[in-house]
């Protein structure tokens, strides 16, 4: 099992260029998530989804937007990136949503926006 | 909105000193998990405690969480080099419901830094 995976690893945009970032989980999760981590402020939750279908906005959801494409896989789209979007991204799942269920992590994509 | 601040921020210690982290929360919890992140890694679960005044080890980590679930700490006895990371609690608010039920609130982590 390669657990949870994410593409693009690293990646550099210009202010105003779009991009999505690929999730995808196979160990048959319900429940994905997406986080940015910036110096000292830990990981905040941008977007979630409970079970397919289904999508919840985070602390930080304002300029991204996502897509539960299928069980396995969870997108994050920033449609005109800025600056302040610079950030490490974490992709994570659990076998359901709620407190009760420890979160696996994706390795990062780490973004930077010029 | 719920808060949850982990003190300190940073902590650097000799190799076999002792090291504590401590997460509180501003707002009672329905359980607290702790994650480890290694230098240019993913957060890694290491615990879960549920139950009030609960403490639980592993090997040189010991987990507690407070008898009001408000608080929580880490204690690892005699730090190794393969100790360094950043050290994260992470928790939801108790009786959260409707859209909040899916969510949990990480605190800032504390970097672990040991020198051999």
């Known amino acids: 099992n390669a657990g949870v995976t994410q593409t693009p690893k690293f990646q550099v945009l210009k202010t105003g260029q779009s991009m999505t970032l690929q999730c995808a989980q196979d160990m048959n999760h319900n429940s994905m998530y997406w986080y940015r981590q910036d110096p000292g402020m830990g990981l905040r939750l941008i977007y979630y989804?409970?079970?397919?279908?289904?999508?919840d906005k985070g602390e930080v959801p304002n300029g991204y937007n996502v897509s539960r494409l299928n069980k396995r896989e969870f997108s994050l789209r920033l449609e005109s990136a800025a600056p302040s979007q610079t950030s490490v991204y974490f992709c994570a799942s659990s076998v359901l949503a709620g407190d009760s269920y420890e979160q696996y992590f994706g390795p990062g994509t780490r973004l930077t926006v010029t | 909105g719920q808060q949850v601040m982990q003190i300190p921020q940073y902590q650097h210690v000799q190799e076999g000193e002792d090291f504590t982290t401590y997460c509180n929360s501003s707002t009672t919890l329905s359980n607290i998990q702790w994650y480890k992140q290694r230098p240019g890694g993913h957060p890694v679960f290491l615990i879960q405690?549920?139950?009030?005044?609960e403490v639980k080890k592993q090997k040189r980590l010991t987990f507690q969480f407070g008898e009001a679930k408000k608080n929580s700490s880490l204690h690892i006895t005699a730090t190794q080099t393969t100790d360094v990371g950043t050290y994260f609690c992470?928790?939801?608010?108790?009786?959260?419901?409707?859209?909040?039920?899916?969510?949990?609130?990480f605190g800032q982590g504390t970097i672990l830094t040991v020198h051999p």
């Open positions: 992470a928790g939801k608010r108790a009786n959260a419901g409707g859209t909040s039920y899916g969510k949990l609130t």
């Open positions: 989804s409970a079970s397919e279908g289904t999508t």
């Open positions: 405690l549920v139950k009030s005044g």
